[in-house]
């Protein structure tokens, strides 16, 4: 059974060209610096410019997107992988400041801690 770390924004007006390349070469260089062992699958970032996602509240959603974490049993290593992951969508956040998140594990929504 695979369990996945899922990540949305929205807001009300479109991502820019520029706000898009820095989310995405911000998940390039974490996948390329991916301290542990051999990257089981990247960050991945949802095309949404194929399938443009209207939230129905006035919002679209303008970033998304989901990575599989690895079947592992050692929980640490899995806590350290969940935080890199969580590290690099932090930067991604900061990004898109002004945009509403949802982050969960699964169906565990994740409390965003901006430390």
Do not use: H
């Not at 301290?35 to 939230?55: M, N, T």
């Not at 992951?85 to 991604?92: G, P, Q, R």
């Amino acid at each position: 059974m695979s369990v996945s770390l899922y990540y949305t924004a929205k807001r009300t007006r479109p991502i820019t060209l520029q706000e898009q390349n820095a989310c995405e070469e911000t998940a390039r260089r974490y996948d390329a610096q991916y301290p542990f062992g051999e990257l089981y699958e990247g960050f991945c970032i949802y095309d949404l410019e194929q399938s443009p996602y209207d939230a129905g509240d006035g919002s679209n959603v303008i970033f998304a997107g989901a990575t599989k974490l690895p079947p592992i049993d050692d929980m640490e290593l899995l806590n350290n992988i969940i935080n890199w992951l969580l590290k690099c969508l932090s930067e991604i956040r900061d990004v898109l400041p002004d945009a509403e998140w949802d982050v969960s594990i699964d169906d565990n929504p994740i409390q965003w801690n901006s430390d």
